[in-house]
Structure formats: C-alpha cells, structure tokens
C-alpha cells in the first residue's frame, strides 16, 4: 500500500502578507491563515491519518492543530524539528525589495545558485534539502503503510518535492507553494515516490485564495 | 537633584492605560529584558513552589547564594541578595557614607538619585560621543581623590559600551590603596560575548574597596520578582545585612533564581539570540535616515537623532502611537535630546520596531 505523505504549507502570517522572508523567524498566523488552515481540515475531515507532523514553528504548529481539528478524536501533533524552513539569516523580517537594495549581489548569487549560496547567518538550500529531507525519511520508514499529515514551509516542501523527484535543485524557484496548499506523495519505499498532486488550493474558497503573482 | 517622576522604561502598565489598550498590544522595547522570557526551568520552579508562599522567606537566601557562588565564582559570604539591584544601591549609599560621589556621565539613574537621597552629593564626570563613550579613567581617578566613591556601570546603560576589566583595574587598585569605594554595576555583565574578560569579579579577593552589583532581572527575565546580587568584602557584607529588611528577596524570586541559574542551555541560547539580533537591529537602523545606532555589547542600543526636525521626546511619544516603546534618553541626566534607546528582542518583534522607527522618521 505503501505511505502517502500530505505535506501542507503553513496558512498565512502577517509577513507572507507583506512578503518579507520569515525562515526561522517565528511568525504566527494571521486570522486569514487560521480560515486557510481550517478549510483544508475540513476538505480533509473524512481522511484517517495515521500521525500528524510538523515544524518547531508556531505558524506550522497551529496550521496542523487546526487542520486536524475536523478529525473528531483527539489528535497529538509531533514536532519535526529538521521539517523547519530554511534559515533566512540577516534577510529574516526583510521585503523582497529591501533584500534587493541591501543584499543585491548575495541576491543574484542565490537566485543564480541557491544549493552553494550561504545567505548571510542563514543557510545553503543543500543544507536545508539534507535535514528536510531526512526528517521526511524518518517519518516514512515510521508509517510504512500509512497516510501522514506533514506541515511544514515553502523551503522545506519544495526541497523535499525537488529532492525525490530527482530534480536540480538549483532550480527551485520554479516551484511555487501556496499557503496551506496541499501537496501528495505517495512513497512506495523511500527510493520509489510518486507526485500525486502538487500546490493545490481547491479548498480555499474564493476569499482564501492568495492573489496571482503579476 | 530630586526627581520624583518615574524616569525609567519597562512601564508597560501605564503605556497600555495612555493608549487605552491592553498591555498584551505593545511592544516594549523601553526595558531591556531578555526577549526570550524567563528560563522554563524558572517557570516550572515558581509553579511547583506556589504553595510555599505561605511560608516566610529563607532570610539568608540560602539556596540561591550556594547557586549563586557556583555560577559567579564567588564564595556565598560576599553576598548579599536583594530585591532587585535597586534595593541594594540605596542601602549601600546609606551604609558607605558617601558624601561625595564620582559618577560617570551618561549612566543608569538610580546611582546619583540614592546618593543624593542619603545625603550626598554627585560629581559627574562626562563620557564623550565623539570618544566612544568610553569610560574616562584619568578624570575618574582624579575626582575619586576628592570623593569617597565612584559608582560605574559596566556595560554601562544607556551606551552599551562595555570596557575591559584591565581598564577598571587602575582605578579599582586606587581605590584600595586610598581606602575609597568602587562600585562595579554588571547587571548587564551576562549578555556579553567575552565577559570574563571585562567582569571585575577576579579583582575582588584582592580589593577590600570593591563592590560588584549584579542583576537576575534583565538576563534571567524576572524583572516582575525582583532580583539582584551585592557582592563585597565580608565585613561590608554583614553592614549591610544588618541594615536590611531580611525578608526583602521573596520566596518565589529565590526558587526562580536558583533554577534560572542552573539552565545552561537557555543561557547559551540568550547569548546567541541577543548577538545575532543585535547585528541585525544595528545594521538595519544605521539604513534609516536621520538615525544612527552605536556599536554596543549588552541586549539594547543606543540610537542618535541626526535630524532637527524630530527630538527624542518626540520620536519616542510618535512610535508609542504605533504601540513601540522606545526609551527616550532624554531622562539620562547629561544627555540632551539626540538619544534613544532600544531593546534587542526577537525578529519577529525587531521587525516591528523597524517599521514604527521607519515610519515615523518618514514623515520628519
């Protein structure tokens, strides 16, 4: 049967709403990013988790109490530390835009290659994809035949997508996640993953859903 | 030299009544605690021990002094804990006799306020902008000739400028040798990356004329219990004692103390955060216009106003607005009205101050 993994960005914080980089920074949900978490535990509700996992972060630790909220028993989330998004350094509380005019060549540099790239006091893409992807595998190998609720971050899940697909990760800015998205994969052993679905939002109604990016 | 109007930060209380809000809607970046709260060994301590409130206080502070000299280095009969550092500057001022007092200006408030309250009367002796802040040892040395003590603060407040214990040395071996009283203020001591090497402590066993205050309020965040540490010569010690209320220290700030002291991991977690945030805060205020942050060790910093249009009263009364508290320096004695200080606290929180500095200078 195998494990089928549900891994689900956190909903919105404040800082998602003003696009400033948060990484470790512990950012709770805004009240809309509560509603987001909520619609998917309902969209969920019917589902039987054999766990429910998440980050050290509030914001993906309040995600996952909500989202398995709608279960009906009670439900006990375990902490993942290694599931945490990607160290941001001295770009944590910072817009895009101020990255651009304080950071503009480790900016480049990151876009260009984010695996090598050491942003200031934070980390390289390569480091985080080892760690997510290894607390990842933990909780495969633990739920051999079972379907795990996993939430964690933009970073986390798109280097943990990347990783099994056996894609470059340098290129990971093509990958998109939206808060509490949905993303599916099922793992028939560790070595052989399946993408069944990928950044869906079909339970955010028409309020929930985030803007398109221009 | 009286002031009766309370002039320090931390009055989240009284800023929540002004803005008709609740005190869980500000940030306080007015008083400089550590921003990861108190230890949870603390915590856990208080609430397991809740029920011994019926019970008086161990007056000798027993357990906590036995933590207290294992951390410090210090053996437990040249201390003397106290209800906060503040209780125990006011009694020392009684007790010493000091008629005349050298202090180093800008510093903490409280030194000048209880000399002045028991009587006597403050040289002040000024540290320079354009020389760091630094602490002036040659002038020190030559007032403290005409004095009986000189109170310092190292790191002081409201610089953040922290000197090394060689520098302190001079004046501290003076002092003996002329049987003067020096005061050392490390209530900040913990927050320093290198402290061993600018913590007078070491010089005590030789320095009858040294005393050393140091403060559980700001590092170990229990500034709502109150606690602070005297540490002298023996004699002095039992001086004091005598003179002070024996039940001051409270039972929960002594079960709290004692297990603060044994969370080494939260210690080392402070010390990491406070730095890493403080970098961060430095480098990002130094980017807004008509400000500028001053290199500092402990867990606040000071701000210059470079702008004329905006003093610091006003730019601290602009970002209570915004629900910030800033410390406005003005209340320093000696320091005009160029200065603020801030806290160093979480990003998350530091984001916060960022905007409110941001947008208030914006419109100046």
């Known amino acids: 049967m195998g494990c089928r993994i549900y891994l689900v960005r956190h909903g919105e914080t404040i800082w998602n709403k003003d696009a400033r980089f948060q990484g470790r920074a512990d950012i709770p949900l805004s009240p809309q990013g509560m509603e987001q978490a909520r619609a998917l535990g309902h969209r969920l509700k019917e589902h039987r988790f054999g766990a429910f996992f998440s980050s050290s972060l509030s914001r993906a630790r309040l995600t996952a109490e909500l989202v398995a909220e709608p279960q009906g028993r009670p439900v006990a989330v375990e902490v993942a530390k290694g599931l945490d998004e990607l160290s941001f350094g001295d770009w944590e509380g910072l817009t895009i835009k101020q990255i651009k005019e304080q950071y503009s060549d480790e900016l480049a540099a990151w876009w260009a290659r984010p695996l090598d790239t050491r942003i200031p006091g934070g980390e390289t893409l390569a480091e985080l994809a080892e760690r997510s992807t290894a607390a990842l595998k933990a909780i495969v190998d633990q739920h051999p035949d079972e379907h795990v609720v996993v939430v964690a971050h933009g970073g986390t899940i798109k280097s943990v997508v990347g990783t099994v697909l056996g894609l470059d990760l340098n290129q990971y800015w093509r990958l998109r996640q939206d808060n509490a998205s949905l993303t599916i994969i099922d793992f028939y052993g560790w070595d052989k993953a399946i993408l069944m679905l990928y950044n869906d939002i079909s339970h955010l109604g028409s309020g929930l859903v985030p803007p398109v990016p221009r | ?364």
Not at chain 2, 99 to 120: D, K, L, M, N, S
Not at chain 2, 179 to 207: G, I
Request: with cysteine.
């Open chain 2, 1 to 364: 030299m009286i002031h009766t109007e309370y002039r320090h930060g931390g009055d989240i209380f009284g800023a929540a009544r002004n803005m008709g809000g609740s005190v869980g809607d500000i940030y306080d970046f007015s008083a400089n605690i550590n921003p990861l709260g108190p230890s949870p060994l603390a915590l856990a301590a208080i609430k397991d021990n809740l029920g011994l409130i019926q019970h008086y206080p161990d007056p000798r502070c027993s357990e906590l002094r036995r933590a207290l000299a294992l951390y410090l280095g210090i053996p437990e009969e040249n201390m003397l804990p106290g209800n906060g550092a503040s209780e125990l500057i006011y009694l020392l001022a009684r007790v010493i006799g000091c008629r005349q007092v050298v202090v180093p200006q800008p510093t903490f408030i409280e030194y000048a306020e209880a000399v002045t309250a028991a009587g006597g009367t403050v040289t002040a002796v000024p540290m320079r902008e354009d020389n760091g802040f630094a602490l002036p040892v040659v002038s020190l040395k030559r007032e403290l000739k005409k004095a009986d003590a000189v109170f310092i603060c190292n790191p002081n407040n409201p610089t953040g400028r922290v000197e090394k214990n060689a520098v302190l040395r001079a004046i501290v071996e003076e002092a003996t040798r002329e049987d003067k009283t020096v005061v050392v203020d490390e209530a900040f001591m913990d927050f320093v990356s290198d402290a061993d090497q600018c913590s007078v402590l070491p010089l005590l066993p030789k320095n009858p004329g040294l005393v050393v205050l140091y403060s559980m309020t700001k590092f170990f965040a229990i500034p709502g219990l109150r606690l602070g540490v005297l540490i002298g010569s023996v004699p002095l010690i039992k001086k004091l004692e005598a003179l002070k209320d024996p039940w001051s220290v409270n039972l929960l700030a002594q079960v709290a103390g004692t297990a603060a002291l044994s969370d080494r991991e939260y210690m080392v977690q402070t010390r990491q955060l406070v730095k890493q945030e403080r970098e961060f805060l430095y480098r990002a205020i130094s980017l807004i216009p008509g400000l500028s942050a001053f290199k500092a060790e402990a867990n606040y910093l000071l701000i210059k106003i470079s702008r004329d249009t905006i003093n610091s009263i006003q730019l601290a009364a602009q970002t209570a607005l915004r629900g910030v508290l800033v410390r406005d320096c003005s209340t320093f004695d000696g320091m005009g009205d160029r200065y603020i200080r801030v806290a160093v606290r979480s990003r998350r929180e530091n984001v916060v101050l960022l905007e409110a500095l941001r947008g208030v200078m914006e419109g100046v």
